[in-house]
């Protein structure tokens, strides 16, 4: 069975921390992204890697940056957390080949920031 | 800028009827379209998708149709069920977009028993 997972389900972190959200996935999938999903504004991607040590800004990449020193591994990174990145996070997988696209998402992390 | 939009946030529907969820893009790049369906508490879930050269895809109970003049694509449910209840996304990509795809704001099912 395939699987995405997420460190955690539930984080609460202070404003000003730096937050690390890791995603790991056991697909041998050559993508990777973060979305993060609000309520009114759907599935909004922050970034995205379609191989190792390589990464793309998606939408709303500010105040986000990630790393992927795997090909399983992908970590968002909340530099300075704020109050407005308060949010589900989900991270996703797919397969380079250009048949196939769907993503394959974790469970989400319900990221509070105080 | 929302390039797919889904206007409706919420559906009723009674058990066995049809459901039907509508999705609006607006960029004619977009090349493959994909929908997901979200129960709470956990990640979305791939459901169908039709590439732009067809019209019409189905799998079981789910068809999806695929409009392009008027930038439209719809989500057929036949018989809807009490476990379909769920959000659903629509999701489109840019033709050349490695595998990037952009949402849309989901539409809540409610399959009244």
């Known amino acids: 069975d395939v699987k995405v997972t997420q460190s955690s389900r539930y984080l609460v972190k202070r404003t000003g921390e730096k937050v690390f959200l890791e995603c790991v996935q056991d697909?041998?999938?050559?993508?990777m992204f973060w979305y993060r999903q609000d309520p009114g504004l759907g599935l909004r991607l922050i970034y995205f890697?379609?191989?190792?040590?390589?990464?793309e800004k998606g939408d709303i990449p500010e105040g986000y940056s990630v790393s992927r020193e795997k090909k399983e591994r992908f970590s968002l990174i909340l530099e300075s957390a704020s109050t407005n990145q308060t949010s589900m996070y989900l991270c996703?997988?797919?397969?380079?080949?250009?048949?196939?696209?769907?993503?394959?998402f974790g469970p989400g992390t319900r990221l509070t920031v105080l | 800028d929302q390039q797919v939009k889904q206007n409706s946030p919420s559906l009723s529907v009674q058990e066995g009827r049809i459901s039907i969820l509508n999705c609006d893009y607006t960029n004619s790049m977009f090349d493959y379209f994909l929908w997901y369906k979200k129960y709470p508490a956990e990640g979305p879930t791939f459901l169908i998708s039709?590439?732009?050269?067809?019209d019409k895809n189905e799998d079981g109970r789910f068809t999806v149709f695929l409009n392009k003049s008027a930038k439209h694509l719809s989500l057929h449910i036949v018989p809807s069920q009490p476990g379909d209840s769920a959000v659903y996304f629509c999701?489109?990509?840019?033709?050349?977009?490695?595998?990037?795809?952009?949402f849309g704001t989901g539409t809540k099912l409610q399959v009244i028993p």
């Open positions: 039709i590439s732009s050269i067809k």
């Open positions: 996703a997988s797919s397969l380079a080949a250009s048949g196939r696209i769907e993503q394959f």
């Open positions: 697909m041998d999938h050559e993508n």
């Open positions: 999701a489109a990509r840019i033709s050349g977009g490695y595998q990037k795809v952009t």
């Open positions: 890697s379609y191989d190792v040590k390589m990464k």
